[in-house]
C-alpha cells in the first residue's frame, strides 16, 4: 500500500505506512547522523480498522501530523481522519486505539494531502470522488476549521497533489472531468481553474 515520508530540517526521515497483515498505521523515524541514517522502533499510529493512504509531515513547533484514509467496515464507509504527536511520534493522540479527528463524515471514497503553510496545517482531500476540499489548523489553536471546496466534479480520487511556492502560495493540481487542472490559492482568495490538458491523467505531481 502506498506509503508517506517527510524530511525535517536535520535530514531525519519519518515514514508513516500501512502494515500489511493488520492494515493498522506505523511510523518509523531514520535519524541521520555523520551522514548516515539509523532506523528506529517503528511506532503504532493507529490499530483499529482498516487504515490506507497516510500523509505525514511535521509543523514549524516540531509536532508531527499525520491524516490517512479509514475505512469503518461496520459503516461501509471511508473517511478521512487526522492525528498528532508530541513526542516525536512515539504516542499518537491517546494512543492506538484513538482513531482522532475525523475531517469527513463519510462516503465511498476519501483520500487527503497534508501540507504546512505558516501558520496552517492543511488537509487537502477527495471526498466521494465529487468534491475536493480542505480543512486547516492553526498552529495555535485547538480546533480544525469547516471544509471549503476547492472544486466540484466527477471522477476527483486519489489523483490530485499539492505544493508550496517560495512566495507561499498554495497551488494544487489534480485529476477532475477526466482533465488535468490546476488552482492555487495566495492565503487571500483561490485563483480561477486553470486547464492544463483535456486528457485523462493517469499520476500528477506538481513542485
Same mark, same amino acid.
Do not use: R
Given at each position: 500500500?502506498?506509503?508517506? *515520508?517527510? !524530511?525535517?530540517?536535520?535530514? @531525519? #526521515?519519518?515514514? *508513516?505506512?500501512?502494515?500489511?497483515?493488520?492494515?493498522?498505521?506505523? !511510523? +518509523?523515524?531514520?535519524?541521520?547522523? @555523520?551522514?548516515?541514517w539509523s532506523v528506529g522502533t517503528p511506532q503504532v499510529i493507529i490499530n483499529v480498522g482498516e487504515n490506507y493512504y497516510p500523509s505525514i509531515l511535521k509543523d514549524s513547533l516540531n509536532r508531527l501530523w499525520v491524516s490517512w484514509t479509514y475505512y469503518d467496515s461496520v459503516a461501509v464507509r471511508y473517511f478521512i481522519q487526522v492525528k498528532?504527536?508530541?513526542?516525536?511520534? +512515539?504516542?499518537?493522540?491517546?494512543?492506538?486505539?484513538?482513531?482522532?479527528?475525523?475531517?469527513?463524515?463519510?462516503?465511498?471514497?476519501?483520500?487527503?494531502?497534508?501540507?504546512?503553510?505558516?501558520? =496552517?496545517v492543511y488537509a487537502i482531500y477527495s471526498d466521494a470522488g465529487n468534491t475536493l476540499a480542505y480543512r486547516r489548523f492553526e498552529i495555535s489553536g485547538t480546533t480544525w476549521s469547516s471544509a471549503i471546496t476547492i472544486y466540484s466534479g466527477s471522477n476527483i480520487t486519489y489523483n490530485f497533489q499539492a505544493a508550496i511556492s517560495s512566495d507561499n502560495r498554495l497551488g494544487? #493540481?489534480?485529476?477532475? @472531468?477526466?482533465?488535468?487542472? =490546476?488552482?492555487?490559492?495566495?492565503?487571500?482568495?483561490?485563483?480561477?481553474?486553470?486547464?492544463?490538458?483535456?486528457?485523462n491523467p493517469i499520476s500528477v505531481s506538481l513542485q
Open positions: 500500500y502506498p506509503a508517506s *515520508a517527510f !524530511m525535517d530540517s536535520s535530514f @531525519n #526521515v519519518y515514514l *508513516a505506512y500501512t502494515v500489511q497483515s493488520t492494515l493498522a498505521l506505523n !511510523m +518509523v523515524k531514520l535519524t541521520f547522523n @555523520n551522514g548516515a498528532s504527536s508530541t513526542n516525536d511520534g +512515539v504516542t499518537w493522540g491517546t494512543g492506538p486505539a484513538d482513531l482522532g479527528t475525523a475531517l469527513t463524515s463519510g462516503s465511498s471514497s476519501a483520500y487527503s494531502q497534508l501540507i504546512f503553510l505558516p501558520t =496552517y494544487v #493540481v489534480f485529476s477532475a @472531468n477526466s482533465t488535468l487542472l =490546476y488552482k492555487e490559492y495566495d492565503q487571500n482568495s483561490w485563483s480561477g481553474v486553470f486547464t492544463l490538458d483535456s486528457s
